[in-house]
């Protein structure tokens, strides 16, 4: 959700779906809301926030940008192809 007073967050997209940037197709789109979908690569960076050892506190800022994509290749647990993992940069703020 967007914080009030402060700029939408925007993503690439293409059909809807998060692309890269400079992807064909991609339309830079500002955001009310969204769904990250796959946390493992958010997961990842908040892990990476610890062993830096950053912890959260309550009103805590958060930055979450989309650095890109790890491909993924084979068949998944359920028998779909497997989702490509978005990687994030988490950048903290206090106020």
Do not use: H
Not at 40 to 59: P, S, V
């Amino acid at each position: 959700m967007a914080i009030p007073g402060q700029p939408k967050p925007e993503a690439f997209l293409d059909n809807g779906r998060v692309v890269e940037e400079g992807s064909q197709g991609a339309v830079k789109t500002p955001l009310e809301k969204w769904s990250i979908g796959a946390l493992k690569g958010f997961e990842m960076a908040l892990q990476d926030l610890k062993t830096q050892g950053y912890t959260f506190q309550f009103r805590d800022i958060v930055k979450v940008t989309c650095i890109g994509f790890q491909r993924q290749s084979g068949i998944g647990k359920t028998g779909a192809a497997k989702d490509d993992m978005i990687r994030f940069a988490i950048e903290p703020s206090r106020p």
